[in-house]
């Protein structure tokens, strides 16, 4: 592995060295200023219904276990969002914080409310996994790229499409996907248990493994929040691409809406694997680098980038760091246990 993380940051390196030496930061500075405020303010208030939007995602997952009050899970999507931006990798960093949260809140085993965020994070993922899918679609159609990036992005769809296929496939092979069951039939590997001589630990540790596939579960299992979880999944991504075409329209560029889904969505994807905390250099630098590659004009390109970038650490990092001060403020009572 520390190979591929070399090369992420012979990448990262690449995309800075690109957006430095290509930028006219005279260019740049003055197309900042003619910025049209109306739009600006409506990126702004795009971004902001989008945490509204999540917060009332949670509300749903979580409704079969408990009733939480919706200012708490608005401050967790916040917290959560500033702690998935200060760490590095897969931005899950804010998931167990958020479950944790809940845990102590509402008096609930943290494994079982694990559970749920984790449901609530697959079919969130599911639906990017669909604008992803879009998106490598409408580049190798529409756009005319060279032959090795048509490639990398035609064997991506491949494992894309290879791995949404074997999923189904073993879940028909195997119908008992209990954890608890996985780790009970694998006992030939009990030398690698470092809890083995702790049959107390291990009691624990496999009842809150059950929580938590039990969780998961019933939460994936109810069509009701399935259903509402897509369609608020689409509202929440709609506004985040929203937030950079109202900024083409405050810099007088009218750019094809789809154009940005696919930029922003391929972005999100790459942020996945990004070494850096909340994949800052990389992202921006690699926003850039797909919007000049759909057409879009340098300078636009690199100030729309930026500025998608300033809201969003605004509200994760200014807003986010905000509400987990409050709510680290707010629990203070006894924790739960864990499984």
């Known amino acids: 592995m520390r190979w591929m993380r070399f090369a992420l940051i012979i990448i990262i390196l690449g995309l800075l060295a690109y957006v430095l030496t290509s930028a006219d930061l005279k260019e740049a500075y003055n197309a900042l200023n003619q910025v049209d405020g109306f739009y600006f303010f409506l990126a702004f208030v795009s971004y902001l219904a989008s945490f509204f939007i999540f917060a009332l995602r949670n509300l749903y997952f979580f409704s079969w276990l408990l009733k939480p009050g919706y200012l708490f899970l608005l401050e967790t999507v916040f917290a959560g969002f500033f702690l998935n931006t200060i760490t590095p990798g897969a931005q899950i960093g804010g998931d167990p914080a958020k479950a944790y949260a809940f845990g102590i809140k509402y008096k609930k085993p943290i494994s079982k409310t694990l559970g749920v965020v984790f449901a609530d994070k697959v079919i969130h993922v599911l639906v990017l996994f669909f604008f992803i899918v879009f998106s490598i679609i409408y580049l190798i159609t529409f756009i005319p790229l060279q032959y090795e990036f048509r490639l990398i992005l035609q064997a991506l769809l491949f494992i894309i499409f290879l791995v949404f296929a074997i999923i189904p496939i073993l879940g028909m092979i195997k119908k008992k996907t209990d954890l608890a069951y996985a780790f009970q039939k694998s006992r030939w590997l009990s030398w690698l248990n470092p809890f083995r001589n702790n049959p107390k630990l291990?009691?624990?540790?496999?009842?809150?493994?059950r929580n938590f596939t039990e969780a998961f579960r019933e939460t994936i299992k109810d069509k009701k929040i399935f259903i509402l979880g897509i369609f608020l999944s689409l509202i929440y991504w709609f506004l985040n691409y929203l937030v950079s075409y109202f900024l083409f329209l405050s810099l007088g560029i009218k750019i094809n809406?789809?154009?940005?889904?696919?930029?922003?969505?391929?972005?999100?994807?790459?942020a996945a694997f990004i070494p850096t905390p909340g994949g800052i250099g990389f992202?921006?630098?690699?926003?850039?680098?797909?919007?000049s590659l759909v057409g879009v004009g340098f300078t636009a390109a690199l100030v729309v980038s930026l500025l998608t970038r300033v809201i969003f650490y605004f509200y994760s990092i200014v807003i986010g760091g905000i509400a987990l001060i409050h709510i680290e403020g707010s629990l203070k009572q006894d924790y739960p246990k864990i499984y």
Do not use: C, R, T, W
């Open 202 to 209: 291990q009691k624990a540790i496999g009842k809150g493994i």
């Open 257 to 270: 809406f789809l154009l940005v889904i696919v930029v922003f969505s391929l972005v999100n994807f790459a």
């Open 283 to 291: 992202i921006e630098g690699f926003m850039v680098f797909l919007y």
